[in-house]
């Protein structure tokens, strides 16, 4: 009997979370409404929760998008055109998703963490062969004794890349992937705050927050958990009245960017995957020979 009533505990939680979550992803959207997008990523994140963006200006903003600094362009590129139905092998002039596999380097990675990680999500997004076993050794050789990610090893963990890598590393069947995934997940854990926030470089904020969310639930973590129950309430206590989110709880105006990593969220508690994995193919067919 206890253990039925403990499942539907959770089962009760899962639905209250995916109730507030839809409330908070509409009023996103509103928002939105009134500030219409001017960065890539609200482009994705706007079309990927059911929402509506204007097709050419859209466009617009994404031809600005300088392709030549940095493969989180490529990356962001790509997804913004896949938004607005567009094709990213060829709407540019240029094929993005081999851009990006181009930019591989020989260690593996294709620069600093963050962009290793957008790299992997891109290319298993997009079907784009690449050295997938190579790649996964770099995330893998930022992730440190506590199971924090870190950008480079004299800088410290850093829970906003935690976040990051665990959607990365949601996409390999791998078991040493699987064993990092547990580790950076119990890091969490404990440094969760009691508010069911987190804090990056003692700073309490939403985007991290936003960020452990999101790789949690591409990771498959159950939120309706007793450690975990806490976090998505949390994060929309950030939400002003026009719909954007503060990045600081004192904060009295919205943060674009914690707005479109807070919409990212809601949108992967609501769909249990972030737009960044979903439709990505098995990881094992992407392996390049």
Same mark, same amino acid.
């Given at each position: ?10 089962? /009760? ?10 409330? =908070? ?29 204007? &097709? ?14 940095? /493969? ?16 990213? &092998?060829?709407? +540019?002039?240029?094929? +993005? ?23 992997? +999500?891109?290319?298993? &997004? ?26 480079? @090893? ?26 990092? /995934? ?10 969760? +705050? ?37 976090? /998505?309430?949390?994060?929309? =206590? ?43 193919? @098995? ?7």
């Amino acid at each position: 009997m206890k253990k039925r009533t403990t499942a539907l505990f959770c089962v /009760v939680i899962l639905i209250v979370a995916a109730l507030s979550g839809c409330a =908070s992803k509409k009023g996103v959207l509103d928002f939105y409404k009134q500030n219409p997008p001017d960065h890539w990523w609200e482009i994705a994140a706007i079309t990927a929760s059911g929402g509506e963006v204007d &097709h050419d200006a859209a466009l617009t903003i994404i031809r600005k998008i300088k392709l030549d600094e940095g /493969v989180s362009n490529l990356v962001g590129a790509a997804y913004a055109l896949e938004a607005i139905g567009e094709d990213p &092998h060829t709407a +540019l002039g240029v094929d +993005l998703p081999q851009e990006i596999a181009n930019a591989q380097q020989a260690d593996g990675g294709f620069g600093y963490l963050n962009e290793t990680v957008y790299a992997v +999500l891109a290319l298993e &997004h997009f079907s784009q062969s690449y050295n997938r076993t190579a790649a996964l050794d770099a995330i893998l050789e930022k992730q440190l004794d506590s199971g924090a990610f870190c950008f480079s @090893p004299e800088w410290g963990e850093s829970v906003d890349v935690t976040g990051m890598a665990l959607s990365a590393l949601s996409l390999y069947d791998d078991d040493r992937a699987r064993q990092a /995934v547990e580790e950076a997940v119990a890091y969490l854990d404990e440094v969760q +705050l009691e508010d069911g926030g987190f804090a990056e470089m003692g700073l309490e904020n939403a985007t991290t927050l936003a960020t452990v969310i999101t790789g949690l639930q591409d990771c498959g973590v159950d939120l309706s958990e007793k450690r975990w129950n806490k976090i /998505v309430d949390e994060l929309i =206590s950030y939400q002003l009245e026009d719909g954007g989110f503060k990045n600081e709880p004192q904060d009295k105006q919205a943060n674009r960017m914690t707005t479109y990593q807070a919409l990212t969220a809601l949108d992967a508690v609501t769909a249990e995957k972030s737009f960044f994995v979903r439709g990505a193919v @098995p990881a094992e067919q992407n392996e390049k020979k």
